[in-house]
């Protein structure tokens, strides 16, 4: 299965403020995907990213708040735009591998503190 | 729509003892089922997955989950829990295949704890 990494492991921010986390896969993948899990909550998904096309967005998640790039098949970035602590969540993206049967794996996540 | 429920929210259970964790699904067509484990502070492992064919099928660590459609079931089983095993886990299933890839919907995660 892909090896996924993801930069930064974790951070704590100020209010106001963006952070762009990293999401990088060993080996070259169609689709990428950035979900979110809320403190004590199960994993939702924000958008998916396919390489070369703009990301599609689920309801409740918009790009201006959201901005995706996947500039590549092994390279992904999410930003979280105007930070509040309500952003205060776990971000973790996957990537499907068909090699596989359509399964997707998970990135380690990063952990987001919003002060 | 598709959903998946995880009616427990917790469980313990003491180690050497049996798991099954229950998860209940909707979904219109012959689903695509997972479970997934999540340890403190870790992301997601994949521990099975169920497409077609057999019902019973096998995953890592020495967890088994078996598909009943006429329940609309995907419960994941161990016959005996290692104090390792202690983690959240998530049933999901995947829908929406318009857009030529699968989306995961996950049911609300039921934490096991273990105990000596």
């Known amino acids: 299965s892909a090896v996924i990494s993801q930069k930064p492991s974790r951070d704590i921010c100020q209010r106001g403020t963006s952070l762009t986390i990293q999401c990088q896969v060993d080996?070259?993948?169609?689709?990428m995907f950035w979900y979110r899990q809320q403190p004590g909550q199960s994993l939702t998904l924000i958008a998916t990213?396919?390489?070369?096309?703009?990301?599609?967005?689920e309801s409740g998640f918009v790009i201006d708040k959201f901005p995706i790039s996947r500039p590549n098949l092994t390279f992904s970035t999410l930003t979280v735009s105007n930070m509040s602590p309500e952003d205060s969540s776990i971000y973790l993206c996957?990537?499907?591998?068909?090699?596989?049967?359509?399964?997707?794996?998970f990135g380690p996540g990063t952990r987001l503190t919003v002060l | 729509a598709q959903s998946v429920t995880q009616p427990d929210i917790h469980i313990t259970v003491s180690e050497g003892a049996s798991l099954e964790l229950r998860c209940n699904y909707s979904?219109?067509?012959?689903?695509?089922l997972f479970w997934y484990v999540q340890s403190p502070g870790q992301g997601l492992q994949l521990l099975l997955k169920y497409f077609s064919g057999d019902t019973l099928v096998q995953g890592i660590k020495g967890f088994e989950a078996e598909f009943k459609r006429s329940q609309s079931s995907f419960n994941l089983r161990k016959p005996s829990v290692h104090w390792s095993d202690a983690a959240e886990y998530f049933c999901a299933v995947a829908s929406d295949f318009s857009g030529g890839y699968n989306k995961l919907i996950f049911g609300a995660g039921t934490r096991l704890a273990v105990h000596p």
């Open positions: 990213a396919n390489q070369g096309s703009e990301a599609t967005y």
């Open positions: 996957s990537v499907e591998d068909r090699g596989t049967l359509d399964t997707q794996y």
């Open positions: 979904y219109g067509a012959t689903p695509y």
């Open positions: 080996s070259q993948v169609t689709m």
